[in-house]
């Protein structure tokens, strides 16, 4: 995982069937949004959100756990695995 960037941006790239895809999660005003992208397109429908609420709560009963990087890590798993459908390949 790379870290942040000026944006807060995170970024998880993998190689999943020959492409080079991205897991992104993006700070909100009040929560964090998170999407899988190739080349800088998002290629899923699935958009995952969580509150910054829920994030705190997480981390103040596991005091190990980033949830946002949990839910990345579970939604590479999905396309990984499957699960979580894609967008056709632009190339």
Do not use: Y
């Not at 705190?56 to 946002?68: G, N």
């Amino acid at each position: 995982m790379s870290e942040p960037d000026e944006f807060g941006i995170r970024e998880l790239s993998f190689a999943h069937n020959g492409r080079q895809l991205s897991i992104k999660a993006a700070p909100l005003p009040d929560g964090w949004c998170i999407r899988v992208f190739e080349n800088g397109m998002p290629i899923s429908p699935t958009t995952l959100t969580v509150s910054h609420e829920i994030v705190f709560d997480a981390k103040m009963q596991h005091s190990h756990l980033d949830l946002v990087t949990s839910l990345m890590d579970g939604l590479r798993v999905g396309v990984e695995r499957g699960m979580e459908q894609l967008l056709p390949s632009s190339n």
